[in-house]
């Protein structure tokens, strides 16, 4: 158990609409990522927060947006949805920057989205 | 840009053996880490190693090792004593060491652990 939770572990949908993914990161923790896996690809960087605040910024659509709160959990909302983004989205962490271990970055399980 | 390359898509070993992994990696940042993970097929991401680029000795974590050649950038990962556990996908990852530590991933490596 990496210690980051996400919420749905799965979630089916039609096109169109608008979902919202949960991730609570370690104990501790100041930076979330998110992370798309799909087939066609790869697994893809898609947004970073650091203590509330963006910090960078991948292959993201515009139809897909972050935030990350003041207790440190984000989610992603997702909207108009497409079958192609039928994937894994992943949500990582990783400790205060510069401190021991900083680096390493927890997978939680991930949030397994299937639009149809 | 950051690239990250593995030209395994499949390995087999058999048990109790090691085995190798490769990974090449370019960037042109000068400070950088090198990870790895693994992908069983229930689908989560479990940290193996990391390996920092200016870190001396090479990386260990147990019966995993990270053969770092910094003049050819390449991090292979190395197994050793192979178990039936261990067939999963692995995937090779580069991060940069500034504030956005965005990890850039390769393709991934389907490792099958043979009895």
């Known amino acids: 158990d990496s210690g980051v939770t996400q919420t749905p572990k799965h979630l089916i949908t039609a096109t169109g609409q608008r979902v919202t993914l949960r991730c609570s990161p370690r104990s501790g923790d100041l930076s979330v990522y998110w992370y798309q896996q799909s087939l066609d690809q790869g697994l893809q960087f898609l947004i970073q927060?650091?203590?509330?605040?963006?910090?960078a910024k991948g292959n993201i659509l515009e139809r897909f947006s972050a935030q990350q709160f003041p207790d440190l959990h984000s989610e992603l909302n997702l909207s108009s949805l497409e079958l192609g983004d039928s994937a894994l989205y992943f949500c990582a962490s990783s400790g205060v920057s510069g401190g021991a271990n900083s680096h390493e970055q927890y997978f939680g399980p991930g949030t397994r989205l299937t639009v149809t | 840009a950051q690239k990250i390359t593995q030209t395994q898509p499949g390995m087999f070993v058999q048990e109790k053996e090691a085995v190798t992994l490769d990974c090449t990696y370019d960037?042109?940042?000068?400070?950088?880490?090198l990870f790895w993970y693994k992908q069983p097929s229930s689908g989560e991401m479990i940290f193996l190693i990391y390996q920092g680029s200016y870190d001396q000795q090479n990386a260990t974590e147990g019966r995993y090792s990270l053969n770092f050649q910094k003049a050819r950038k390449s991090a292979n990962l190395v197994i050793s004593a192979s178990q039936l556990g261990d067939s999963a996908m692995y995937f090779c990852?580069?991060?940069?060491?500034?504030?956005?530590?965005?990890?850039?991933f390769g393709s991934g490596t389907q490792l099958t652990v043979l009895p």
């Open positions: 960037t042109s940042d000068p400070s950088y880490g």
């Open positions: 927060y650091y203590n509330g605040e963006e910090r």
């Open positions: 990852a580069l991060g940069s060491s500034g504030s956005a530590r965005q990890l850039t």
